[in-house]
């Protein structure tokens, strides 16, 4: 992949009612992120995060803040080269709503590649980076660390991504199927950078 300029890039997210705005930095074989969202569920809230990968997109560092009425919560995940993770989490007030966090298993996580921060479109692009699913056939399954928002829980998450079709020179369909026993799937559209543009029921591009 040819080294890219950053960009700037905004989705809306309909239900539960958000926005996010993300400055993203892609450089041959790596993704560097910043970005903040709104959200509305269970509470009004504001998260900031800072991503970082390594060679093939391999996440080494997210940092992710939330803030509410008269509280803030901090969560930092680090991936080790030996595949192994840690984890640092604070938090600052009480929340006037139940943000239950279950303790994370740190062993779960073991050899996953990727963090995915719940309700961030921009979280779906490195494992199709990695796969080069966005123009060419090919599935593959991935065990994700995800975080769940806005609790910032830690919960191991095994996902398959799994190219479907290109639609023209710019766009491309590539399925999302959770393997959690859930049922959950859904059809994203890429564009050629790999980022999405669209996310049924999580965040559609507006920028």
Known sequence: MEARSPRAVAWSKPAPLGAEFVQVRLERDELGADGVALGSVPLPYRLDYALETTARFVTTRLVVTVRGDGWTRSLELRRRPTGTWEEKWEQRGVPRAA????????????GALDVDLGLSPLFNTM??????LVRRGGSADFVMAWVSVPDLGVHRSPQRYSFVHVL???????????????????DLTYDAAG???????????VA
Do not use: N
Not at 168 to 186: M, T
Not at 195 to 205: A, H, M, T
């Open 99 to 110: 943000l239950a966090r279950t303790a994370t298993d740190l062993d779960v996580l073991d």
């Open 195 to 205: 980022l999405v543009l669209e996310y049924p029921g999580i965040g559609s591009r």
């Open 168 to 186: 023209d020179d710019e766009r491309s369909i590539v399925r999302f199927e959770s393997l959690a026993g859930d049922g959950f799937a859904a």
């Open 127 to 132: 494992p199709v980076l990695r796969h080069d």
